[in-house]
């Protein structure tokens, strides 16, 4: 099985009855059957993990992307620069740098040449990512904002801020293209507060909540999510460990569709015989059948756009 994938080949053929030794064919149609049932639902239904970006609005709830919340692993807020990137050749008329889930991507061009430095592979810690910039040579310079009691030691990885949506394949890179030539510097940042005070609602939302537990809170008004531009930091795990029977029925009903759309040609649509009696069929689908939208519709994920957002 496909990481997606909402169904076994057991429970497709449940649905192919008579139909046996088309594991190949089956498999191939279960994922493009279960991305597009996740698709048109707009959401993906298994368990993933999900690292995202929020913007604050003011409000004590904070509404993720993606429900139902299995659990959350951190909540971070006030994004801050950690490490400072410069290159200081002057021949070098462009430098930039960006952030990907393995690399830390340094640009240079030079007399229209352009060249790519990569670091941050076995660099776990800020300190080893600063010295492994500064060994590059090419101009390239590194420091990390605070000593290693304050940023140093943190995590290089968690400078890739993943892009929304990774269900959806929506891009590989995070922070950048940040240009840092003659001199100037790209600022890479971090979300480096640990919020304490909250709790989490398996429906889908975060709650500001136990006062107490957040030093910066003064009065119980205060209780709201700090409002700025992708300010917060979510990491939690949302889907279901097991797929509801109605969207496994739904998927396996789609794709004995599609398998018996290939045992025909798709474009015969009807056939008069010498008896008389008429026989046919409709040839592709652009949409999921009424009968599996009767299964999907109440799966699917509806947007409210408001005058607040």
């Avoid at 005070?197 to 709650?207: A, P």
């Avoid at 500001?208 to 979510?234: C, K, Q, S």
């Avoid at 009696?277 to 059948?289: L, S």
Wanted: hydrophobic share 40%; aromatic share 10%.
């Amino acid at each position: 099985m496909a990481q997606r994938d909402l169904i076994t080949l057991a429970r497709a053929y449940q649905d192919l009855q008579g139909v046996t030794n088309v594991d190949a064919l089956l498999s191939t149609l279960i994922t493009a059957a279960s991305d597009a049932v996740q698709k048109f639902c707009r959401r993906p239904f298994v368990s993933l993990s999900f690292d995202e970006l929020y913007s604050g609005k003011g409000d004590r709830r904070l509404m993720l992307c993606h429900y139902p919340i299995i659990s959350v692993e951190s909540v971070r807020y006030r994004p801050v620069t950690v490490i400072k990137i410069t290159n200081t050749i002057a021949a070098n008329v462009q430098a930039r740098v960006s952030c990907t889930s393995t690399d830390l991507k340094l640009v240079r061009v030079n007399a229209g040449v352009k060249s790519t430095d990569t670091s941050r592979a076995n660099n776990a810690t800020l300190t080893a990512l600063a010295a492994a910039v500064n060994v590059l040579g090419n101009g390239w310079s590194a420091q990390v904002v605070g000593d290693a009691t304050n940023y140093g030691s943190w995590p290089s990885a968690d400078l890739y801020w993943p892009p929304q949506f990774p269900e959806f394949n929506a891009g590989t890179t995070g922070q950048g293209a940040l240009q840092c030539v003659n001199g100037s510097f790209a600022e890479l940042k971090m979300h480096t507060y640990e919020l304490a005070g909250f709790q989490w609602d398996s429906r889908g939302w975060l709650l500001r909540a136990i006062p107490y537990t957040d030093p910066e809170l003064m009065h119980p008004e205060d209780l709201v999510w700090p409002v700025g531009i992708n300010n917060i930091r979510v990491q939690y795990t949302a889907g279901y460990s097991t797929i509801p029977e109605m969207i496994q029925e739904a998927t396996a009903k789609w794709v004995a569709v599609l398998y018996f759309e290939t045992t025909r040609d798709p474009s015969f649509v009807n056939q008069l015989l010498t008896t008389g009696a008429a026989t046919g069929w409709k040839g592709a689908v652009d949409k999921p059948p009424d009968h599996v939208q009767a299964l999907l519709l109440p799966y699917r994920h509806y947007s409210i756009s408001t005058e607040q957002g």
